[in-house]
T-cell receptor, first 115, second 113 residues
Framework: DAGVTQSPTHLIKTRGQQVTLRCSPKSGHDTVSWYQQALGQGPQFIFQ???????QRGNFPDRFSGHQFPNYSSELNVNALLLGDSALYLC??????????????FGSGTRLTVV | AQTVTQSQPEMSVQEAETVTLSCTYDTSESNYYLFWYKQPPSRQMILVIRQEAYKQQNATENRFSVNFQKAAKSFSLKISDSQLGDTAMYFC??????????FGAGTTVTVRA
């Protein structure tokens, strides 16, 4: 049973560019959350998607946007990249109504470097 | 707003010994869930142990156990019989009813042979 898969694993972009990161949730999970983890810090919540809609959003600017597809997979888009956007981006999935019971299942993340 | 504080940036322990990681949190919610996650160099966040706030009994998973003090808003993790594979960053995390998982800053644990 595949867990959460993220692509790509590493990415280098230039300031001002746009980037799209992808996530496929664990089988049986329909809720996807995205986190940003700066080096040496804890992950910060970006937003969560359920039923193809943004359910909750953390304290991130509108440059960060997302999408969820009918098969529950999700994309994270970041526009007008800044050097400070360099981080590990983690995707986490859970069955609806049960993240508190089981915690989230995380992928291995995408390491984004902005130069 | 919910906050999670881990006051120990780094801990070092000899193989087979015990180490305890501290975590405090702040919330006005009455029901919530607490977690410890492990993040090895492979980067994947792995769930170590989970505690439900309405349960007084401390959770245990093999060599991992917690000391949950609800009144003090404290949630420490004890790793017994430490193994080299326990070397990782450990994060305390908290979920209130809104399903948003909040993490502490992490504690790097190094197990020495």
């Amino acid at each position: 049973d595949a867990g959460v898969t993220q692509s790509p694993t590493h990415l280098i972009k230039t300031r001002g560019q746009q980037v799209t990161l992808r996530c496929s949730p664990k089988s049986g999970h329909d809720t996807v959350s995205w986190y940003q983890q700066a080096l040496g810090q804890g992950p910060q919540f970006i937003f969560q998607y359920y039923e193809e809609e943004e359910r909750q959003r953390g304290n991130f600017p509108d440059r960060f946007s997302g999408h969820q597809f009918p098969n529950y997979s999700s994309e994270l888009n970041v526009n007008a990249l800044l050097l400070g956007d360099s981080a590990l981006y983690l995707c986490a999935s859970s069955p609806v109504g049960a993240p508190a019971n089981y915690g989230y299942t995380f992928g291995s993340g995408t390491r984004l470097t902005v130069v | 707003a919910q906050t999670v504080t881990q006051s120990q940036p780094e801990m070092s322990v000899q193989e087979a010994e015990t180490v305890t990681l501290s975590c405090t949190y702040d919330t006005s919610e009455s029901n919530y869930y607490l977690f410890w996650y492990k993040q090895p160099p492979s980067r994947q966040m792995i769930l170590v142990i989970r505690q439900e706030a309405y349960k007084q009994q401390n959770a245990t998973e093999n060599r991992f156990s917690v000391n949950f003090q609800k009144a003090a808003k404290s949630f420490s993790l004890k790793i017994s019989d430490s193994q080299l594979g326990d070397t990782a960053m450990y994060f305390c995390a908290f979920i209130p009813n809104d399903y948003k998982l909040s993490f502490g800053a992490g504690t790097t644990v190094t197990v020495r042979a």
